[in-house]
């Protein structure tokens, strides 16, 4: 009996010094799993992400603006959530609170709308996400910064440059001249108007026969000048709020036969702004006479620095205007023009 107990108890031992092995060897792979598991989610977490909300991807300017904030972004390691609001203000405005329901760290907004991005603003703001517009200016909420150029000043560049063209015409600043408006409710149509028709009231001689709003859009701006020439017979210069404008204005002109190189006595200026690969075509052909350029690729980079910068807690302007260059033929494969970056030549095509 007492030999039938001893056995009893030996194999019992032996039973639980089986499971508490098999136990400790569980709870050591467990836990390594945890282990691994919680580096994984450091390293994801570690890895912050940006909303980038694009007016349009119709347009060359934006697709490079789109280029250079996703190159930047990816070089300095942040995962991205890129969208398109296909010139549509309350698409963009859905999209963007979308952005933020996703938790975002941060957003970069080029907005349809300076007034119909503010409900979009706000309520990243409530979200405490930092915003940063590039381009375009928001009308309210706040904004860690915006980054453009100064399109008050690109305006008055681009009038400046008609009234040189028609002085060597001329000998004086004089002659009829036509405006083919931008985008009007964003702060870059809204700013270059504002220029050009500043510098306009500085030259008295010059009169404007003729004011539409062609919205940055190529077809509209055609449709428009075509228009236009109908009913005016004398038209010395175009200006174009951005090269699709100017290049719209440049091919009804060919379509009614009203088209002179540069340097012809019948030939009508033509300035735009931007700095587009079709426009630099259009400049070195002899066809249009400048472009008032900008850099989208390296302006767009510098909104994802400039957002960098934020999330690590630096404070960063609240305004900062990027610079600009008028080309035209005599500068356009000059040094300067290399230096500065002529960003129609460098998108891929």
Known sequence: MRRFRRRRHTTLVYHLTHLFKQASIFCVVALVLLLLAACGTSSAQGKKTIGLSLSSLSNTYFVAM????????????????DDNADNDAATQVSQVEDLVTQHVSLLIINPV?????????????????????????????????????????????AMDSIASRLKQRYGQVRGNVVDLQGLLGTSSGDDRE???????????????????????????????????????????????????????????????????????????????????????????????????????????????DLG?????????????????????????????????GLWGDEVPK
């Open 66 to 81: 789109d280029l250079g904030m996703k190159d930047e972004a990816t070089k300095l390691g942040y995962n991205i959530i």
């Open 113 to 157: 709308s300076s007034d119909g991005i503010v409900p979009a603003v706000r309520t990243a703001n409530a979200a405490h996400i930092p915003v940063i517009t590039v381009d375009r200016g928001a009308a309210g909420g706040k904004v860690a910064t915006v980054i453009e150029s100064n399109n008050v000043l690109l305006g008055r560049e």
């Open 308 to 340: 960098s910068a934020v999330l690590q807690g630096h404070q960063i302007q609240q305004q900062i205007y990027y610079p600009f260059m008028l080309v035209n033929l005599s500068n356009i494969n000059s040094r300067s023009a290399k230096d500065y």
């Open 194 to 304: 504002t220029g050009f028709a500043q510098e306009l009231h500085k030259y008295p001689q010059v009169k404007l026969v003729a004011s539409q709003a062609a919205n940055f859009d190529q077809e509209t701006a055609y449709n428009d000048m075509a228009n236009i020439l109908e009913v005016q017979p004398k038209i010395d210069a175009v200006f174009g709020a951005n090269d699709d404008n100017a290049l719209g204005a440049l091919k009804a002109i060919q379509s009614a036969n009203r088209f002179a190189p540069l340097g012809h006595p019948g030939h009508i200026v033509i300035v735009g702004i931007d700095g587009s690969e079709q426009a630099l075509q259009a400049i070195r052909a002899g066809q249009i006479d400048a472009t008032v350029t900008q850099n989208p690729l390296k302006m767009s980079a510098r909104a994802v």
